[in-house]
């Protein structure tokens, strides 16, 4: 949730980041909350990969200052690996490994124990209701639970911050609002979260969202406030009326 | 007189029943929507349309011509753009354009009207890879592509998945002008708000057609009572909405939530006093409209 007096646990100064003379983020500075749900929206090139890349410690920036979860990007990247999560919109989990198997693999990474592992993954397969999934491949498992078990997996070391990359793509109306059910819940205890997303109505679900257009952020607030500024009904019509100007 | 008429086409892969007895027809120069998340069945129906796959069992006929017997001239009738981008990524922008032309006999020139609009957009990088393209100019070219024979029929897989709102726009913007021209187009999205933009749209689901009808009368056949309802925090109200008495769902749509009761259920004002009464803050109620998700997630848990 957010609240306008908890700590940054995403600090951007100036970010900037060329690749030879395009500039593909032109001096982005903001601030996230301690477990608030960041909407990071933008047009298809606008720069939001480039950028998301930087804070998960994947890619220097060619200038600028960032803690990402008190971290400085420059000198503390595997600290700031060790502090996140991450999901694309391509999962991350292996389809030739159980669903049991890519659990442990995940949770093995970051250091957690056989003993905890067990007891997590019963944890998880009663909350997701997925108790006779444990041992199946994950090819053979729908589409929805998939994305709910990835989603899962990227917050099994209870990280700071979760990174989710267009998380709900081709999935159906009714499990994309069972996965932000998962999200709401993830950021009530604590965690933050950063999202990307083309579905307009669920930027409605975010505490504040960005805009990016061409490389800059183009406007940053809460979607209640970012509709009355732009008169806009909904945040479809916000988007539209920003990024709209310029056509790829 | 329909141009595509499918009859009874089923389909499975191993123990997977991809396409379940579908059954419909799109009229020319209509254009048709299917509307359904991955894995219902969408690209496989689209590839036995295409020519490109078997059906096990039914019929298919494109402008009078059996998918099965007479694939050969099928092919020449229809343009088809996968839903992954399948165009040459170490040809240019200029010479996918003339493959493409060629290989169904004809040249860019001879229908440069047809793709006109399309095509000015990308013109300025026609030197550059098609590898090298950003996710919106891949998708102008594609359809650029599938239009240069100057097809009759037109069948896009998924066109805008993962582009951005604007792009989406923009894209139907370019359907509704080749539909004017008399071009039939079926076309596959998982997005709902897209249904609208359609002449008639398919829902479909795990295989099978939950319904066939123009958007407004899908609409109309929502059964039940259905109200929007907002509070200052939606994850804490979405969760109380749920424990009201005699709810048959509670769905979250952008900064509200629709509810959703069978039979009378309660007026607005018994919602706004039972959220009051856990102490929420913000609180509006009115009466709602369905729109074609409400629909949708109402066929999917009925099934």
Known sequence: MYRQEAENIIVVKDLVKKFGSFVANDHLSFEVKKGEIFGFLGANGAGKTTAIKILCGLSYPTSGQLIVGGFDIYREREKIKRNIGYM?????????LTVFENIRFYAGIYGLRRKVIEVRTAELMAKLDMKEARDKLIREIPLG????????????????????DEPTGGVDPVTRRQFWDMIFEASHEGITVFVTT???DEAEYCDRVSIMVDGKIAALDTPEQLKQDYRAGSMNEVFLKLARVKVN | MSSILVEHISKHFKQVNALNDITFSVDRGELFGFIGPDGAGKTTLFRILTTLVLPDSGKAIVNGL?????YRKIRQDIGYMPGRFSLYSDLSVEENLNFYATVFGTTVEANYELIKE????IEPFKKRKAGKLSGGMKQKLALSCALIHKP???????????VDAVSRLEFWD????????GITILVATPYMDEASLCDQVALIQDGKLMTISTPSEVIKTYPWRLYSVKSDDIFRMLNDLRMFPGVHSVFAFGQAAHISFKNEGPDQNAIHRYL???????IDVKPATANIEDCFMELMIKQ
Request: hydrophobic letters at 40%.
């Open chain 1, 88 to 96: 694309s919109q391509k999962f991350s989990l292996y389809d030739d």
């Open chain 1, 145 to 164: 639970w998939k994305q709910k078990l990835a989603f899962s997996v990227a917050i099994i070391h209870n990280p700071k911050i979760v990174f989710l």
């Open chain 1, 198 to 200: 083309h579905y307009m």
């Open chain 2, 66 to 70: 059996d998918v099965v017997k007479d």
């Open chain 2, 118 to 121: 399309i095509y000015v957009q």
């Open chain 2, 152 to 162: 009759s029929v037109l069948i896009l897989d998924e066109p805008t998945t993962g």
């Open chain 2, 174 to 181: 370019m359907l509704k002008r080749l539909k004017n021209s």
């Open chain 2, 276 to 282: 009051e009464n856990k102490e929420h803050s913000g």
